[in-house]
Structures are given as C-alpha cells and as structure tokens.
C-alpha cells in the first residue's frame, strides 16, 4: 500500500504559479512512477504529468507542456508539480498518483491521494 498526501494548492492570479507537493508513505517510494492528474468542475478527471521511478523520465498533457514541470525527490519520498503561467482554466481538483507501472500512471494509476484545490482568478 501507498499512502498520499498533497499540498499546496490554493487561489492564485491568472499568470501566477503554485508548487504541488505529495508526500507519500508505504513501500518503497523510488520503486513508484508518479503523477498528477486534475478535475475540474462538471468534468472528467484528466491526466496532467507523469514522472519514473528514477526521475529519468517525464510526461506531460499537451495542454500543460512548457508551463508545469513534474520532478521528485526520493530521498524525501516527495513528488512536486511546479505550475507557472497558470490559468483560469487550470482551476481544478489536482490529485497526485502513483504505480508500480509507468503506463498505468498515465491512465489509471492504483493509489491515489485526496485531492487539493488549485483556483486560478481572471
């Protein structure tokens, strides 16, 4: 099992940026691909980054590409999402994810964390 905790959303200006972190706990957190997915209202949730256990290598939704960038840190069983350049329409639910299993993070990860809210204002 995998526990995760996010932090760091909040309301912030259209332009601005935030820093998302997932604290996680349980099995070996470097043996974890990890990611970030988000829910707006009325709206599916939607993958938004991925990351390798190792850190290696990175996905992003082509809606976030050259203004969000994932990263870990496996010493502090940590994973981020720094958000620049944020948008009204980046206002969502952001959960962070993890599997064993790279390709499943990017669709339909096994853990999931609770959810923090990012608005981003007009």
């Known amino acids: 099992q995998v526990q995760l905790v996010e932090s760091g959303g909040g309301l912030v200006q259209a332009g601005g940026s935030l820093r998302l972190s997932c604290a996680a706990s349980?099995?070996?957190?470097?043996?974890?691909?990890m990611g970030w997915f988000r829910q707006a209202p009325g709206k599916e949730r939607q993958f938004v980054a991925a990351i390798s256990s190792s850190g290696a290598f990175t996905y992003y939704a082509d809606s976030v590409k050259g203004r969000f960038t994932i990263s870990r840190d496996n010493a502090k069983n940590t994973e981020y999402l720094q958000m620049n350049s944020l948008k009204p329409e980046d206002t969502a639910v952001y959960y962070c994810?993890?599997?064993?299993?790279?390709?499943?993070?990017?669709?339909?990860?096994?853990?999931w964390g609770q959810g923090t809210q990012v608005t981003v204002s007009s």
């Open positions: 994810a993890a599997d064993s299993n790279i390709a499943r993070v990017t669709r339909s990860p096994s853990y």
């Open positions: 349980g099995r070996t957190f470097s043996s974890y691909g």
